[in-house]
């Protein structure tokens, strides 16, 4: 008796184990829990407040204009329009997002991971050379060509990229799985934070000269 209870606590705690390990966004406990700006004085809370159900309406759940490009005249040649909670209130607690991408020819879409989702992207226009990096220590690099219709998963937190190689414009649409999935540009992050990460940490790590910190540091300062 005492032996099945002991392995029946242990069945519970392996089940309770395997429920927590998918603890991000996690289901939803209602129909929908619309965004609305937290009050001036209100705690954070890990996502938004909702608005009563009552007032929610269709516009709530709408975004307009996906089909206008992003500007790409800028120095990487691309442009990501993020629809995340912030553009669509709607889509609070639900776990998702939509980001449409637009490459110049020869733009980039440079090195970055997003925190907190997976994306799937899938090429309407043009041909991309895309790739991801795994973990340490093996930081093998997963890479392919894309052409139309070609649909390719980024999974969560690695490094990947995007790079338009054709001879005219790309277009691609891509899904993530959290309602604010968060980018960091490593460029950006490494050699443009503010205030400037220590020129003894930077040397240090990149095993060069601080000329070559400093030259990285002015091209990424805002
Ligand atoms: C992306 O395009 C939008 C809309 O044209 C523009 O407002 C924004 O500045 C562009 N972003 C970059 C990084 O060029």
Redesign the pocket.
């Known amino acids: 008796m005492a032996r099945f209870g002991v392995l029946s606590v242990a069945v519970l705690l392996g089940l309770q184990a395997a429920l927590l390990v998918s603890g991000f966004d996690p289901s939803p406990l209602q129909d929908f829990c619309v965004a609305v700006d937290e009050p001036k004085s209100a705690v954070f809370v890990n996502g938004k407040f909702c608005k009563d159900p009552k007032l929610v309406n269709a516009e709530d759940f709408l975004f307009q204009g996906l089909n206008?490009?992003?500007?790409?005249?800028?120095k990487?040649g691309?442009?990501?329009?993020l629809i995340n909670v912030d553009r669509i209130p709607g889509l609070n607690t639900l776990g998702i997002s939509l980001a449409r991408l637009?490459y110049a020819p020869y733009g980039l879409n440079p090195p970055h991971t997003h925190p907190r989702g997976t994306e799937i992207l899938v090429v309407v226009e043009g041909s991309l050379l895309v790739g991801f990096v795994t973990s340490n220590p093996d930081n093998k690099l997963f890479t392919k060509v894309l052409y139309k219709g070609d649909v390719f998963v980024f999974p969560i937190g690695l490094i990947h990229f995007q790079f338009n190689v054709g001879h005219g414009p790309a277009l691609a649409f891509a899904g993530l799985s959290s309602q604010n999935p968060g980018t960091i540009t490593i460029a950006n992050a490494v050699f443009g934070s503010k205030p400037p990460i220590s020129l003894d940490v930077l040397t240090k790590a990149f095993q060069v000269d601080e000329k070559v910190i400093e030259a990285l540091q002015m091209q990424f300062k805002a």
Request: negative net charge.
């Open positions: 206008i490009p992003g500007n790409t005249n800028n990487q691309s442009n990501v329009t637009d």
